[in-house]
């Protein structure tokens, strides 16, 4: 295949979790894409080397050239990033879980990679957000992502609340994560913030061996046992009525 028409960004699909195995959660496509790249962009080396490890022998991996983009890199630094590609190479894009560009870093890269007329391609795979919308039996019509939601406590109850009304109004389910540490904090916060016919869903661990998924009215959360998330990655999302 000429040089010049094998030029790519691949933005590949990573695991939820650290499986044994990944044939489970990625399609065969993605063994066929890593076996062809140049290069690899990632958050990390050490998360690139492991991710690249599942489909390519030991030497090929060690091989293979890293660069490190995540929330940090200064804008100015794309450039550096797409330029192998420009000349001809194949690389591929992977956040440290899940899909790149989704509530992770990347949309630059992707835009700037769009704007220089390189050929883009996206693969299947696995979504926290999308998955844990699925299970939930919440709109999947309208629905809005919001990522984090403040660290100051007063701040974040108005934010829950602006966000049922708009719910309520639109018929959207609200959807946002947080850090392990603070999940179990969110979501007293969100049962002492949310009415109570308000439908609240919370997902952790998706796709590992411990994986778990409530969603009940607020009034029957208060009548239950709350479960344990603490270092847990963990997703929410509520739709109120």
């Known amino acids: 295949m000429d040089k010049k028409k094998k030029a790519a ?11 044994r195995h990944h044939e489970p959660f990625l399609p065969a496509s993605v063994d066929k894409a890593v ?41 100015s630094d794309i450039d550096f990033f797409l330029d192998p590609i420009v000349k001809g190479e194949r690389w591929g894009f992977v956040s440290d879980g899940g899909l790149p560009c989704i509530a992770d870093p990347g949309s630059k890269l992707v835009k700037r990679a769009r704007s220089l007329g390189i050929a883009i391609q996206a693969f299947v795979g696995p979504s926290s957000i999308l998955m844990a919308l699925m299970m939930s039996g919440l709109s999947g019509q309208k629905f809005y992502f919001h990522g984090y939601l403040s660290k100051d406590v007063s701040n974040r109850e108005k934010e829950i609340r602006t966000m049922e009304k708009s719910s309520k109004a639109e018929g959207r389910t609200e959807i946002f994560i947080e850090t392990p540490y603070r999940n179990q904090h969110l979501l007293e916060t969100l049962l002492n913030t949310l009415s109570g016919d308000c439908n609240l869903t919370v997902a952790w661990d998706l796709t590992m061996p411990d994986q778990g998924i409530l969603s009940q009215t607020v009034n029957v959360w208060k009548k239950s046992p709350l479960p344990n998330l603490a270092k847990k990655n963990a997703i929410f999302l509520f739709q109120a009525v």
């Open 35 to 75: 076996c062809s790249i140049d290069g690899l962009i990632a958050e990390s080396e050490l998360a690139a080397r492991r991710y690249l490890s599942r489909f390519l022998p030991e030497d090929k991996v060690r091989s293979i050239p890293v660069a490190q983009y995540n929330e940090h890199t200064p804008d």
């Open 9 to 19: 960004l691949l933005l590949l699909p990573n695991l939820l979790g650290d499986h």
